[in-house]
T-cell receptor
Framework: DAKTTQPPSMDCAEGRAANLPCNHSTISGNEYVYWYRQIHSQGPQYIIHGLKNNETNEMASLIITEDRKSSTLILPHATLRDTAVYYCIVRVSNTGNQFYFGTGTSLTVIP | DAGVIQSPRHEVTEMGQEVTLRCKPISGHDYLFWYRQTMMRGLELLIYFNNNVPIDDSGMPEDRFSAKMPNASFSTLKIQPSEPRDSAVYFC????????????FGSGTQLSVL
């Protein structure tokens, strides 16, 4: 699976959009981009995933560049409860392979 | 569904003792994963099962660690003998084998080996 690069930490003001970047320059054509987050003392939680098109659900939006070498997770209106570590993972879907979690981005939402 | 259930939530033991961590995956999920999380190494995959069969145990640190899945609704991770460096949070996760790629994690077991 392709490696990802994320900034180690970010801050965001409460109520503003949080934009979390991820670089995956070696991504293959059949690899998906997944985002999970881990709130302190809890297990990681699935947020969203996509292949090439932008995706949106009730939690967030995922913007993938046309060349697929990078993506951005957008939390449209960040709340204090969004403070967590956010992991960007790329992997081939339906291969049975495990998810490799890197170090992620620690997002702090500031009141 | 109650989600992935792990027990105990916290475990404190002395070096040399046997430790058994338990996991009940979400009903109907075909895959079960055991992860370990520490500050130094982050979230590491230890082993995963597909339809109760161990598929990849390359992440198991050494022979002191063993995992079993006797049926589709139960798995254990055993450490014997335990050592202080085994102190970590151990997570169990499960997912469906078809279509849905979401991993669902339990709340974890905080293990402290004194």
């Amino acid at each position: 699976d392709a490696k990802t690069t994320q900034p180690p930490s970010m801050d965001c003001a409460e109520g503003r959009a949080a934009n979390l970047p991820c670089n995956h320059s070696t991504i293959s054509g059949n690899e998906y981009v997944y985002w999970y987050r881990q709130i302190h003392s809890q297990g990681p939680q699935y947020i969203i995933h996509g292949l090439k098109n932008n995706e949106t659900n009730e939690m967030a939006s995922l913007i993938i560049t046309e060349d697929r070498k990078s993506s951005t997770l957008i939390l449209p209106h960040a709340t204090l409860r969004d403070t967590a570590v956010y992991y960007c993972i790329v992997r081939v879907s339906n291969t049975g392979n495990q998810f490799y979690f890197g170090t992620g981005t620690s997002l702090t939402v500031i009141p | 569904d109650a989600g992935v259930i792990q027990s105990p939530r916290h475990e404190v033991t002395e070096m040399g003792q046997e430790v058994t961590l338990r996991c009940k995956p979400i009903s109907g999920h075909d895959y079960l994963f055991w992860y370990r999380q520490t500050m130094m190494r982050g979230l590491e995959l230890l082993i995963y099962f597909n339809n109760n069969v161990p598929i990849d145990d390359s992440g198991m640190p050494e022979d002191r660690f063993s995992a079993k899945m006797p049926n589709a609704s139960f798995s254990t991770l055993k450490i014997q003998p335990s050592e202080p460096r085994d102190s970590a949070v151990y997570f169990c996760a499960s997912r469906s084998g078809t279509g849905n790629e979401k991993l669902f994690f339990g709340s974890g077991t905080q293990l402290s080996v004194l």
